[in-house]
C-alpha cells in the first residue's frame, strides 16, 4: 500500500461534511439534539 | 504542542484547538501534523470541535520504537484520546484510515468514526503491492539508504502509482524530513498494515462506531472502489464522494446504521 500514491483531500471540501457527519453522532455524556435541534435519545 | 505516553513509553506530541466535541485526527504515512492535509483540517474543524491533531510515532515531535507493530499505533491513539477526556470522535485519513479502524475495533472510546481513502486494494483495477516491497524497503533502510532529496523511502522500483506520483510523495518526505529532527517517517511501517486480500474482515469490519466513508470523485478508482467496498461492509451511515471541484458534497449512499 501507500506505493507513492497521493490522495486529493481537499480540507475546505472535507471538512464541512465531517462536521455534517459527526454533528449527528451523539457524545456520550452530554445531551444530544437531532439535526432540527430536538432533543434526540442516545 | 503538548505530549502523551504511550503503553510502551513512547512519546506522542499532539495539539488541540477549538471547542465542542473531541475530534482526533489521524494523518496518513507522509504527513506529520504540520505537513499535510492536518493542519488545515484542524484549523477550518476548530469552529466546531475541540480538535486533536497528534502526530503518528516516527513522525515530527512524536517518538518511536524500534519494532512495529499497528497495535502500539492504536495505544498512541488511546492514550491521546485519554489524556483528551475519554472518549473522541476519530477521522482518519489514507494509512490513517486504516489505523483508525483498527482502533475503533478496539476502543469504545472512539464514538464515531470518519475516514478517507484507507488504501485497500480490493480488486483489480490497480496491480497489487510487489510483495517483496516492504523487505526491500526495510533492507535499504537497514543500510541507512534514503531517497531523493534526503527523503527517507528509498526507491526500490517503479510504483504502481507512476514516477509523478511517486516523485510527489518523495518530494513531501524530503520536505517531512527536512523540518525536524527525527531521523525519519517510518514508512516501513505502514508496510505491514494488512491490505490484502480481506481487508474487512475482523477486526475492522467489527468496529461499533457509527462510520461515515469518505473519498475523493477524481480519486483513482481503485480508491473508488476500495472505499465503496469498505462502506458496503461496514454499518455504515454515511457515504460521500466528490469530484475535485465540487464545493458541495453528494452522498453517492447512505444506509442506515
Redesign the interface.
Same mark, same amino acid.
Given at each position: 500500500m501507500l506505493d507513492g500514491q497521493t490522495h486529493n483531500l481537499r480540507p475546505k471540501i472535507v471538512a464541512p461534511e465531517l462536521v455534517r457527519f459527526f454533528r449527528d453522532v451523539p457524545v456520550p455524556g452530554k445531551a444530544h439534539r437531532a439535526a432540527d435541534g430536538r432533543p434526540a435519545a442516545i | 504542542m503538548k505530549t502523551t505516553r504511550s503503553s510502551d513509553g513512547t512519546t506522542i506530541a499532539y495539539d488541540t484547538a477549538g471547542s465542542g466535541?473531541r475530534?482526533v485526527l489521524v494523518d496518513?504515512?507522509?504527513c506529520t501534523r504540520r505537513i499535510g492535509?492536518g493542519k488545515?483540517?484542524a *484549523?477550518?474543524?476548530a469552529e466546531? +470541535?475541540t480538535v486533536i491533531n497528534y502526530g503518528r510515532r516516527g513522525r515530527g515531535d512524536s517518538g518511536d520504537a524500534v519494532e512495529y507493530a499497528i497495535e502500539r499505533e492504536v495505544e498512541d491513539l488511546e492514550a491521546v484520546i485519554e489524556t483528551a477526556g475519554g472518549?473522541a470522535?476519530v +477521522?482518519g485519513?489514507?494509512?490513517g484510515a486504516?489505523l483508525a479502524l483498527h482502533a475503533a475495533a478496539r476502543l469504545p472510546q472512539i464514538?464515531?468514526l470518519?475516514v478517507?481513502?484507507a488504501?485497500?486494494?480490493v480488486d483489480d483495477t490497480r496491480a497489487p503491492?510487489r510483495p517483496e516491497?516492504h523487505e526491500k524497503v526495510t533492507e535499504l533502510l537497514a543500510r541507512g539508504k534514503r531517497g531523493p532529496r534526503g527523503a527517507p523511502v528509498p526507491r526500490t522500483g517503479r510504483?504502481?502509482?507512476?514516477p509523478r506520483? *511517486?516523485d510527489?510523495?518523495?518530494a513531501v518526505m524530503a520536505k517531512a524530513q527536512g523540518r525536524r529532527a527525527h531521523p525519519a517517517i517510518r514508512?516501513t511501517h505502514?508496510?505491514r498494515?494488512p491490505?490484502r486480500p480481506a481487508p474487512f474482515t475482523r477486526p475492522v469490519g467489527s468496529c461499533p462506531a457509527?462510520h461515515?466513508v469518505?473519498c475523493?470523485g477524481?480519486?483513482?478508482a481503485w480508491?473508488r472502489n476500495a472505499m465503496q467496498a469498505l462502506a458496503d461492509t461496514l454499518p455504515t *451511515?454515511?457515504t460521500?464522494c466528490?469530484t475535485?471541484r *465540487?464545493?458541495t458534497?453528494d452522498p453517492r449512499s447512505s444506509r442506515p446504521s
Open positions: - | 466535541p475530534l496518513g504515512a507522509l492535509p488545515g483540517l *484549523r477550518l474543524l466546531h +470541535f472518549n470522535f +477521522f485519513q489514507s494509512s486504516v464514538t464515531g470518519a478517507y481513502e488504501p485497500f486494494i503491492t516491497y510504483p504502481a502509482g507512476g506520483r *511517486r510527489a510523495a518523495h514508512l505502514h508496510r498494515t491490505t457509527t461515515a469518505l475523493g477524481d480519486s483513482d480508491m *451511515r454515511h460521500a466528490w475535485a *465540487r464545493t458534497c
